[in-house]
Antibody, heavy 118, light 107 residues
Framework: VQLVQSGAEVKKPGASVKVSCKASGYTFTTYTIHWVRQAPGQRLEWMGWINAGNGHTKYSQNFQGRVTITRDTSATTAYMELSSLRSEDTAVYYC????????????WGQGTLVTVSS | SYELTQPPSVSVSPGQTARITCSGDALPKQYTHWYQQKPGQAPVLVIYKDSERPSGIPERFSGSSSGTTVTLTISGVQAEDEADYYCQSADSSGTYVFGTGTKVTVL
């Protein structure tokens, strides 16, 4: 199992960013993919998930209206788009696969640094 | 959403036992999982479903649960165990949450 994320991004305040997470080594549509972020020196923060099979999503209230998680089953890739960026969104963004049945995150991507700066 | 509270730091000498707690009102109803995160690296699952250990995780890592508190225990701590540790759970509505994190320092 591997989750490989896209590279680092630098964005200006007010812009949007879209991070990808390419999955391999398992049946993509059988699992749920989550997005988690970590600001410098801060705790892990859950952002939302997508059921890769049916496309259903759920987002943290902390990001409601600003985050969109999608997937492309033919490319076995999940995407996280965050809009209206502000400096506080500077963080490493991770995708993670949820294991079967117990809500744990058994595999993680390597992380993508998003820097928001004018 | 609800909160999961951890002590900010735990210090332990090599060979001793480190215990990290995670407290939350919803924990008796939901499984809790634990992650180890070293600087500059992605988190790694070390305990799932309160007390199960994934393959490849050393036996010195164990978990337990009692009421609104779950505990990660590292027995015979080694220098390589120095890291941040996070608990994580989910509620019945599909919302997920991480604990506040604990920095384990090996003296």
């Amino acid at each position: 199992v591997q989750l490989v994320q896209s590279g680092a991004e630098v964005k200006k305040p007010g812009a949007s960013v879209k991070v990808s997470c390419k999955a391999s080594g398992y049946t993509f549509t059988t699992y749920t993919i989550h997005w988690v972020r970590q600001a410098p020196g801060q705790r892990l923060e859950w952002m939302g998930w997508i059921n890769a099979g049916n496309g259903h999503t759920k987002y943290s209230q902390n990001f409601q209206g600003r985050v969109t998680i999608t997937r492309d089953t033919s490319a076995t890739t999940a995407y996280m788009e965050l809009s209206s960026l502000r400096s506080e969104d500077t963080a490493v963004y991770y995708c993670a696969r949820e294991g079967v049945g117990a809500s744990e995150f058994d595999y993680w991507g390597q992380g993508t640094l998003v820097t928001v700066s004018s | 959403s609800y909160e999961l509270t951890q002590p900010p730091s735990v210090s332990v000498s090599p060979g001793q036992t480190a215990r990290i707690t995670c407290s939350g009102d919803a924990l008796p109803k939901q499984y809790t999982h634990w992650y180890q995160q070293k600087p500059g690296q992605a988190p790694v699952l070390v305990i799932y479903k309160d007390s199960e250990r994934p393959s490849g995780i050393p036996e010195r890592f164990s978990g337990s649960s009692s009421g609104t508190t779950v505990t990660l225990t590292i027995s015979g701590v080694q220098a390589e165990d120095e890291a941040d540790y996070y608990c994580q759970s989910a509620d019945s509505s599909g919302t997920y949450v991480f604990g506040t994190g604990t920095k384990v320092t090996v003296l």
